[in-house]
């Protein structure tokens, strides 16, 4: 059974950091595309990063040069690590995976992914 739990979401204040983390089991992750979507309220999800099967990363313009996205393939687990955090950073962080080929223009695209997790909240005060 595929399952993603997400961790390490909190409260910071704007310009600190924090960092996610998304263990996964049911499924081995170097073998999915991965990533992590935010979604505000009132806001459709959005994509923030993913990695695809050959570590190829993809970021949202939003948070390029402020988060960064790894993977650990012997813990079967991916992580967030966001710096710089802003108010509108604020939303609840998903993670996601997906099986099969796609084009590396869908990555960041939610419609494209099989399974989720639960979400771990981020709220970055001004």
């Known amino acids: 059974q595929v399952q993603l739990v997400e961790s390490g979401g909190g409260s910071v204040q704007s310009g600190g950091s924090l960092g996610l983390s998304c263990a996964a089991s049911?499924?081995?992750?170097?073998?999915?595309?991965m990533g992590w979507f935010r979604q505000a309220p009132g806001k459709e999800r959005e994509g923030v990063a993913a990695?695809?099967?050959?570590?190829?990363?993809r970021y949202a313009d939003s948070v390029k040069g402020r988060f960064t996205l790894s993977q650990d393939k012997a813990r079967n687990t991916l992580y967030l690590q966001m710096s710089s955090l802003k108010p509108e950073d604020t939303a609840m962080y998903y993670c996601?995976?997906?099986?099969?080929?796609?084009?590396?223009?869908?990555?960041?695209?939610?419609?494209?992914?099989?399974?989720w997790g639960q979400g771990t909240q981020v709220t970055v005060s001004s």
């Open positions: 996601a995976a997906r099986s099969g080929y796609y084009p590396i223009t869908t990555m960041l695209n939610q419609y494209y992914y099989n399974y």
């Open positions: 049911g499924f081995t992750t170097s073998n999915y595309f």
């Open positions: 990695i695809g099967i050959g570590g190829s990363t």
